[in-house]
Every structure is written in structure tokens, then in C-alpha cells.
């Protein structure tokens, strides 16, 4: 996949679209759906606690999950559905990498992206100044259209 199209975080999906558990009406709750209901970025979430150690990580996704609108499920309920989602979860070696560190590939190339766009952008407009420099002038611009030749008929009268 183009890295435009191409998933932020790959080895993050297996956590992301696990279900949390079922709503009140019986439709699946996934996690990226619950990250989402609290306002949160669910790849920038899932890789800070990934990059938890596991008991931590459970403890803050339990108490995240107690938080969602409308939770039915009770606290032992949710300490056990936290466990199952954080076993989902890349680990990493967290003595080589800190949290700050963790970022989805491909965040830091959209601003450069944009830079390039914008820089396209601008080649783009100088290029099309100087020909309407170079022409002197817009084309057709204050240019009024030719008169019509005379012929060399004379003009019926309408008699």
C-alpha cells in the first residue's frame, strides 16, 4: 500500500478492533470505538500503553473503560476485560524506549507532506506570474475583437 492509504499502526489493529464487549443493545463495543467516545486518539492511546509496563497498562485501561458513557459492566467484569485487551498489545522493551519516544510512522510525514504541497504550490504560481509577465499582460486582457472586414456588397434596402 502507498504509505498514504497504508495503516498508521499495523501491529496495533489486533488491540484497536477487539471488542470490548456488548452494549446495552447487544452490538459489539470495539476499542477503537470506546478510545474514541473518551476523546481520545485511539493510536496515540494504544502505543502509550503498549509502552506501559503490562500491570499498569491493565490498571489505566480498566479504569478507562469504567469511564465509558453508559459502562454496564461491573469492576470485576471490567479488571478482566483490561487484562484480555492488554494481552493484545505489541510489547516493547521499555528500557530502550520511553513513552515520548512511541510515535505511529508516517505522523511526522504529513507536515512534510504539506511543506511539499505548499511548495509545489508556490513553484506553480511563480511559474504562471512570470509568463503572464513574460506575454505582458493576461492574454486577451483589454485586447478588443477585430472589426469586421468590409465587404463589397452593397446592402439590400427592404422595399
Known amino acids: 500500500m502507498r504509505r498514504l492509504f497504508a495503516p498508521l499502526r ?22 477503537i470505538s470506546a478510545l474514541t467516545r473518551l476523546g481520545l486518539d485511539p ?52 528500557t530502550t524506549l520511553r513513552p515520548a519516544e512511541v510515535r505511529p510512522p508516517g505522523r511526522g510525514n504529513a507536515a512534510s507532506g504539506r511543506i511539499k504541497l505548499w511548495l509545489i504550490g508556490l513553484i506553480l504560481a511563480a511559474a504562471a506570474l512570470v509568463g503572464v509577465i513574460g506575454i505582458g499582460g493576461l492574454p486577451f486582457a483589454g ?17
Open 143 to 159: 485586447h478588443q475583437p477585430p472589426e469586421a472586414a468590409p465587404t463589397t456588397e452593397t446592402p439590400k434596402s427592404s422595399r
Open 10 to 31: 499495523p501491529d496495533l489493529d489486533s488491540f484497536l478492533f477487539a471488542a470490548v464487549g456488548e452494549e446495552i443493545d447487544g452490538i459489539p463495543l470495539s476499542m
Open 43 to 94: 493510536w496515540d492511546e494504544a502505543s502509550r500503553l503498549a509502552s506501559l509496563g503490562k500491570q499498569e497498562a491493565i490498571e489505566q485501561l480498566a479504569r478507562m473503560i469504567g469511564r465509558l458513557p453508559g459502562a454496564i459492566w461491573p469492576a470485576v467484569e471490567v479488571a478482566k476485560i483490561a487484562r484480555g485487551l492488554v494481552d493484545l498489545l505489541p510489547r516493547r522493551d521499555t
